[in-house]
């Protein structure tokens, strides 16, 4: 550091930092001749603190839950078949064509003529679409643990005639996705239209929350019961092989791999990030010239 004299006449730079501009009259008071270099701009503030954080999706949350509610279902539940039927968003994904005995060539017969210039199948109780239109009629059929809500059956008069009409509820696995128009059937002989159902799922942290990634169950599905000359009892298995596959308790579960038929992924269109349920995900660069984020 240099020593100065206030004696000696001297030109004295000082940063704008150490002087501000109403110290030059006091300097010059001690024969100083004083230079000061003042920003007229103010001083940039410190920088803003991180308010908060964007907190890991807990794969462990997940998991256990996850085991939590299964164990639940095949403690206290039953075994039950899921038929997951074809619909146009399958046919515009390009997973199934259109039933060719529904849709013959349009010079076969009138019926024909008439669903190729309507668009829809000429018969309901297809055997081959079970009146999807699409061929093969379902897109999965698959044994799962339920638990079913008590209720019985309600007579009324409808446009149909006297309806035995029952609505109940199920719980069951998320790893499937039910859409209008699937089915339910249940060892009873009993097979069910299912609705749109409500599901559960467990936010453990910051993303998306994906059906694969962080359901927990199906709770609860409502279904009513379809009546016995409904198309619904045209899809396979029969009611003896049903029995066969639905009344086996083995006090430990058994794969159904045998039993079962998937055509097609049962939850369409969904492909989650390792980071929606807390795996390690692969380094990305943002654009912006942000650098890389690691995961």
């Keep these: 550091m240099t020593n100065v004299s206030l004696t000696d006449p001297c030109i004295l730079t000082v940063s ?5 501009e109403g110290s030059v009259g006091l300097l010059e008071g001690f024969g100083l001749s004083a230079t000061a270099e003042v920003l007229r701009t103010p001083v940039p503030p410190p920088p803003r603190l991180q308010p908060t954080w964007q907190r890991d999706v807990q794969h462990f949350a997940i998991t256990q839950e996850r085991q939590r509610h299964v164990q639940a279902l095949w403690q206290y539940g039953e075994l039950a078949v899921f038929a997951l039927m074809w619909t146009t968003l399958d046919l515009q994904a390009g997973l199934v064509g259109r039933c060719q005995r529904c849709f013959a060539p349009a010079a076969s017969s009138a019926e024909d003529q008439i669903a190729a210039a309507y668009g ?13 239109q699409f061929e093969g009629g379902f897109r999965a059929l698959i044994v799962r643990p339920a638990i079913f809500t008590d209720a019985d059956k309600n007579q009324s008069k409808t446009a149909k005639g006297i309806m035995n009409s029952e609505s109940l509820g199920i719980e069951t ?18 097979r069910f239209q299912l609705k749109v159902p409500r599901r559960t799922t467990l936010r453990t942290g910051f993303g ?15 279904a009513s019961l379809e009546e016995t000359t409904s198309v619904a009892y045209l899809i396979p298995p029969s009611q003896d092989v049903l029995a066969e596959v ?26 989650p990030p390792p980071a929606a349920s807390g795996r390690l995900q692969p380094s990305a660069v943002f654009p912006g010239n942000l650098g890389p984020a690691d995961g």
């Design 246 to 271: 639905l009344g086996a308790y083995t006090r430990l579960p058994v794969d159904f791999s045998w039993f079962e038929v998937i055509r097609a992924p049962l939850i369409p269109a969904e492909s």
């Design 173 to 190: 696995t998320p790893d499937f996705r039910i859409r209008p128009g699937d089915y339910c059937f249940r060892s009873t002989g009993e």
């Design 120 to 132: 829809q199948g000429s018969q309901y109780k297809c055997t081959d679409c079970f009146g999807t």
């Design 208 to 222: 998306t929350a994906w059906q694969q990634a962080q359901a927990i169950d199906y709770n609860v599905l409502q």
């Design 16 to 20: 704008p930092t150490v002087i501000a």
